[in-house]
């Protein structure tokens, strides 16, 4: 296993577990499922989701985080921010009309009434960036290799765990 297995660029990225990823809107089955091949075809993750830092909310990315679950992920790569504090993310409604705020996107995610599928449309003044994460790697499996390899030192990766 080489560093060059799993590569980043621009922001940080982190691997956190499926179970404790709290999405806010619906998804299409279907959009999953045609991310799901597309994975498997490319072998990797590449790009990462968005999460709330504090609450774990799930703002960008929720047909890819759920391709992965399709695929029996443990953790999913992505990039933490601070939701409620971050200038550089605004959030949007899709549809005219339909009012969508902060407040509402957090309180979609802790209560699990989720919004209908493209519902708020988060938006980035800085890239997110990319990754490129072996769909291997993603399992308990790996990880618990990982935690042990890296605790002497001998594999310095890109990639962190989420605490």
Not at 96 to 113: M, P
Request: contains cysteine; proline residues 6%.
């Amino acid at each position: 296993m080489e560093a060059t297995d799993v590569t980043t660029t621009l922001r940080s990225v982190v691997l956190v577990p499926v179970s404790l990823v709290r999405p806010h809107e619906r998804h299409d089955p279907s959009h999953a499922a045609a991310l799901r091949a597309k994975m498997v075809a490319d072998g990797q993750f590449t790009h990462p989701i968005c999460l709330d830092r504090q609450t774990l909310t799930l703002l960008d990315g929720h047909h890819r985080f759920h391709a992965g679950r399709m695929l029996g992920f443990q953790y999913v790569p992505s990039v933490l921010i601070d939701y409620e504090e971050d200038a550089d993310v605004i959030v949007i409604a899709w549809r005219t009309g339909e009012i969508v705020n902060r407040q509402n996107v957090l309180a979609a995610a802790a209560s699990g009434n989720l919004m209908p599928i493209k519902t708020s449309r988060h938006i980035f003044k800085s890239p997110v960036g990319e990754c490129r994460v072996p769909l291997r790697r993603l399992c308990k499996s790996f990880l618990l290799k990982y935690i042990s390899a890296s605790e002497d030192g001998s594999n310095a990766y890109q990639m962190s765990l989420f605490p």
